[in-house]
């Protein structure tokens, strides 16, 4: 096990290490930030100094390379709009999409996982083929469409709650968050549902699938020849058997939902990440682009290497090495 | 003292193509504590009718007729939750590869409590203790603390064990064991075959042993019972019904044992295969596989009881010289 866990560490760094020239490079060929920082009629005293101030004199692979020392200091620059570290103004966002997304992930999954198991358990009955319609428009219908349509439902035609922006947040460990009070919950609701429609559809279809290839094995076989009720032996049995996919896309999805939340936070005024860095864009922030996607490559390596280690929990068989054959 | 009695038991397969006749009118009867053999091909509709008696056939299947009396009671048209008492408490069964039906992600100890509490109150120490009690019954050294392992950390044979000890949790009267050894090691086999057999002898419980293995069947059973496409075609005592086969699927079946043929020489298999159930011939189901059928086979063999013996054939065969 030490042995495994050393090895996926080295794996993770390499993945980091890549990914981060890629996204040099890649943001380097997208234009110059220079044009948009300095007014076009400045002289070029104060354009050559701005650039030399920029580092953006040196060679590529000189600016990637003070680049990558400086992340490996945990610093990833300024940025050039907002003027403060970039690792201060991707947290400051961060709490906001957290929040949002882990809401999202939690609807789609407690909500999702039973009713994935009730298709698979029962995959004849009428209520089942609702449900997998469900599961089809969840994947189907584009995530703005439905925000769209929740903001004009729920917010103008019923008035029930707010359109878009974040409610009050109340601070713990110093980190602002909405979801402790009711008002900031009523902000949250429509724009988690919006994002938990796609997970719900992909919890939904994982599950089912799980619990139908579960229920013919002999193990669910054996457990109704003890005489176990058929909801101890979803409960207990089947709910394991299918829990290892399962745990994975929640992990999967969390952080690719943490990562881009774009749309949804666009439309929902949400000040979190995603809107970040379609701002960060717009202003051709390169710095802040760069950050972005160095931070959302460590998160998701971070994610894997959970997710894998979680096997061994959740599998027995993994977890002294290989030696049951 | 008669425990189950099975009369023209039919289970079929609904299925688009037409109904699967599994299970096409067997009757048996069992007493407390007896040892019943079941033989047949692959196919032939053991574990189907062993599955029937627990009540759970997996759809399309259904019981379609006949009726089973398990100590006095109906067991054909039960309410599944009458059924689902009965099932683990008085009826258990076990199956063939311990490795697919443990279940390889909750530990010994939590499967078997779970076993437990489907049909007693207990709290889940107490639950443990009663499987810790029945594992050591069952060889297993250190049975309490092994009760925290997974599966995977047992060898094929314990994990058979296992499954026989949960199966005895609640000390039923019948045990259906549907080729509990076939997936073991030979030495195993033997070791758990006797074990089993002892088991049953010492606490009363009848057994019916589901197996492909005449020799195994010998070994552990009172009575056997071949069964070819759907029906019963002999029963009887073991060690009459072997040494004299009166049908001649049995005969085929005892011929194509290694230990039956001279070392070297090639064994006789039956030629040809089991029918498909849903185009069996008219009359006898074995005759274009039998070496003694004639025109009289095209018609449907009557059943003749004999000294506690039964076959049904048309053309019985004498004792071998
Ligand atoms: N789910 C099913 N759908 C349709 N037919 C089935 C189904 N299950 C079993 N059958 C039919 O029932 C017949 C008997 O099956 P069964 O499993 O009882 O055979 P068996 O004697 O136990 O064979 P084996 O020695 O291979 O275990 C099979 O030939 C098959 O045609
Ligand atoms: S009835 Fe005829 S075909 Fe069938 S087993 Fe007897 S002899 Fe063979
Ligand atoms: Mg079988």
Same mark, same amino acid.
């Given at each position: 096990?030490?042995?495994?866990?050393?090895?996926?560490?080295?794996?993770?760094?390499?993945?980091?290490?890549?990914?981060?020239?890629?996204?040099?490079?890649?943001?380097?060929?997208?234009?110059?930030?220079?044009?948009?920082?300095?007014?076009?009629?400045?002289?070029?005293?104060?354009?050559?100094?701005?650039?030399?101030?920029?580092?953006?004199?040196?060679?590529?692979?000189?600016?990637?390379?003070?680049?990558?020392?400086?992340?490996?200091?945990?610093?990833?620059?300024?940025s050039?709009v907002f003027?403060?570290?970039?690792?201060?103004l991707v947290f400051s966002r961060m709490p906001a999409t957290l929040e949002l997304a882990?809401?999202?992930?939690?609807?789609?999954?407690?909500?999702?996982?039973?009713?994935?198991?009730?298709?698979?358990?029962?995959?004849?009955?009428?209520?089942?083929?609702?449900?997998?319609?469900?599961?089809?428009?969840?994947?189907?219908?584009?995530t703005f469409?439905?925000g769209?349509?929740?903001?004009?439902?729920?917010?103008?035609?019923?008035?029930?709650?707010?359109?878009g922006s974040r409610?009050?947040?109340?601070?713990?460990?110093?980190?602002?968050?909405?979801?402790?009070?009711?008002?900031?919950?009523?902000f949250?609701?429509?724009p988690?549902?919006n994002l938990?429609?796609?997970?719900?559809?992909?919890?939904?279809?994982?599950?089912?699938?799980?619990?139908?290839?579960?229920?013919?094995?002999?193990?669910?076989?054996?457990?109704?020849?003890?005489?176990?009720?058929?909801?101890?032996?979803?409960?207990?049995?089947?709910?394991?058997?299918?829990?290892?996919?399962?745990?994975?896309?929640?992990?999967?999805?969390?952080?690719?939902t943490l990562a881009f939340a774009v749309v949804t936070e666009t439309i929902f005024s949400w000040p979190g990440v995603g809107k970040l860095i379609i701002d960060s864009i717009t202003s051709?922030d390169?710095?802040v682009m760069?950050?972005y996607?160095?931070?959302v490559?460590?998160?998701?390596?971070?994610?894997?290497?959970?997710?894998?280690?979680?096997?061994?929990?959740?599998?027995?068989?993994?977890?002294?090495?290989?030696?049951?054959? | 003292?008669?425990?189950?009695?099975? =009369?023209? &038991?039919?289970?079929?397969? +609904? $299925? %688009?193509? #037409?109904?699967?006749? *599994?299970?096409?009118?067997?009757?048996?009867?069992?007493?407390?504590?007896?040892?019943?053999?079941?033989?047949?091909?692959?196919?032939?509709?053991?574990?189907?009718?062993?599955?029937?008696?627990?009540?759970?056939?997996?759809?399309?299947?259904?019981?379609?007729?006949?009726?089973?009396?398990?100590?006095?009671?109906?067991?054909?048209?039960?309410?599944?939750?009458?059924?689902?008492?009965?099932?683990?408490?008085?009826?258990?069964?076990?199956?063939?590869?311990?490795?697919?039906?443990?279940?390889?992600?909750?530990?010994?100890?939590?499967?078997?409590?779970?076993?437990?509490?489907?049909?007693?109150?207990?709290?889940?120490?107490?639950? =443990?203790? &009663?499987?810790?009690?029945? +594992? $050591? %019954?069952? #060889?297993?050294?250190? *049975?309490?603390?092994?009760?925290?392992?997974?599966?995977?950390?047992?060898?094929?044979?314990?994990?058979?064990?296992?499954?026989?000890?949960?199966?005895?949790?609640?000390?039923?009267?019948?045990?259906?064991?549907?080729?509990?050894?076939?997936?073991?090691?030979?030495?195993?086999?033997?070791?758990?075959?006797?074990?089993?057999?002892?088991?049953?002898?010492?606490?009363?419980?009848?057994?019916?042993?589901?197996?492909?293995?005449?020799?195994?069947?010998?070994?552990?059973?009172?009575?056997?019972?071949?069964?070819?496409?759907?029906?019963?075609?002999?029963?009887?005592?073991?060690?009459?019904?072997?040494?004299?086969?009166?049908?001649?699927?049995?005969?085929?079946?005892?011929?194509?044992?290694?230990?039956?043929?001279?070392?070297?020489?090639?064994?006789?298999?039956?030629?040809?295969?089991?029918?498909?159930?849903?185009?069996?011939?008219?009359?006898?189901?074995?005759?274009?596989?039998?070496?003694?059928?004639?025109?009289?086979?095209?018609?449907?063999?009557?059943?003749?009881?004999?000294?506690?013996?039964?076959?049904?054939?048309?053309?019985?065969?004498?004792?071998?010289?």
């Amino acid at each position: 096990m030490p042995g495994y866990i050393i090895q996926r560490l080295l794996q993770a760094g390499l993945v980091m290490l890549a990914m981060s020239a890629l996204v040099f490079a890649g943001v380097h060929a997208i234009g110059n930030p220079i044009d948009l920082l300095i007014s076009p009629d400045a002289t070029q005293d104060i354009r050559a100094a701005a650039i030399a101030h920029y580092g953006l004199d040196q060679p590529l692979w000189r600016q990637y390379l003070a680049f990558l020392g400086r992340l490996l200091s945990g610093d990833l620059g300024r940025s050039l709009v907002f003027n403060i570290p970039v690792t201060e103004l991707v947290f400051s966002r961060m709490p906001a999409t957290l929040e949002l997304a882990l809401s999202a992930v939690l609807i789609g999954a407690v909500i999702g996982v039973p009713l994935g198991m009730w298709a698979g358990y029962r995959p004849d009955s009428v209520v089942s083929r609702g449900i997998m319609a469900v599961s089809v428009l969840g994947f189907s219908v584009p995530t703005f469409w439905v925000g769209l349509i929740l903001i004009l439902t729920f917010a103008v035609n019923l008035g029930w709650l707010p359109a878009g922006s974040r409610g009050p947040t109340v601070e713990v460990f110093g980190i602002g968050w909405s979801f402790l009070t009711l008002e900031g919950l009523r902000f949250m609701l429509l724009p988690a549902l919006n994002l938990s429609l796609f997970k719900l559809a992909l919890m939904i279809r994982l599950a089912r699938a799980g619990t139908r290839e579960a229920m013919l094995s002999d193990t669910v076989k054996f457990a109704r020849a003890a005489g176990l009720s058929e909801f101890t032996i979803l409960r207990h049995h089947v709910l394991r058997l299918i829990s290892i996919p399962l745990v994975t896309v929640f992990g999967l999805e969390f952080g690719s939902t943490l990562a881009f939340a774009v749309v949804t936070e666009t439309i929902f005024s949400w000040p979190g990440v995603g809107k970040l860095i379609i701002d960060s864009i717009t202003s051709l922030d390169r710095p802040v682009m760069v950050g972005y996607l160095v931070l959302v490559a460590f998160l998701f390596v971070t994610l894997n290497l959970v997710v894998d280690l979680s096997y061994a929990l959740l599998d027995p068989r993994l977890r002294r090495g290989r030696h049951a054959a | 003292m008669t425990l189950l009695q099975v =009369r023209d &038991l039919r289970t079929h397969f +609904l $299925t %688009r193509a #037409g109904a699967v006749k *599994a299970v096409d009118g067997v009757s048996f009867e069992l007493g407390r504590g007896e040892i019943l053999g079941l033989v047949g091909e692959s196919g032939s509709g053991k574990s189907v009718t062993g599955f029937s008696l627990i009540g759970h056939v997996d759809p399309p299947g259904r019981v379609v007729g006949g009726s089973i009396r398990f100590d006095g009671q109906e067991l054909v048209g039960l309410a599944p939750p009458r059924m689902r008492e009965l099932r683990g408490r008085r009826i258990a069964m076990v199956f063939q590869d311990p490795g697919a039906t443990l279940n390889p992600v909750l530990t010994i100890g939590q499967q078997m409590v779970l076993a437990v509490q489907a049909h007693r109150r207990l709290p889940e120490r107490d639950a =443990r203790a &009663l499987a810790a009690e029945r +594992l $050591t %019954r069952l #060889g297993i050294p250190e *049975a309490p603390a092994r009760l925290d392992a997974y599966p995977h950390e047992f060898s094929g044979g314990m994990r058979q064990r296992v499954a026989i000890a949960m199966a005895l949790l609640h000390g039923p009267d019948l045990i259906i064991a549907d080729e509990p050894t076939t997936a073991l090691d030979v030495s195993i086999q033997a070791q758990i075959l006797v074990e089993m057999r002892a088991l049953a002898r010492e606490s009363g419980t009848a057994l019916i042993w589901i197996s492909h293995d005449l020799a195994a069947v010998a070994a552990v059973a009172d009575r056997i019972m071949v069964m070819y496409a759907g029906r019963i075609v002999e029963a009887g005592p073991v060690r009459a019904t072997l040494a004299a086969p009166r049908h001649p699927y049995t005969r085929g079946l005892l011929d194509s044992l290694p230990a039956t043929t001279e070392p070297g020489a090639r064994l006789r298999q039956i030629p040809g295969h089991t029918p498909a159930l849903l185009s069996l011939p008219p009359g006898c189901p074995f005759a274009p596989r039998c070496g003694y059928a004639d025109a009289t086979c095209m018609t449907a063999p009557p059943v003749i009881e004999q000294d506690g013996r039964m076959a049904r054939c048309h053309h019985l065969l004498e004792p071998s010289p």
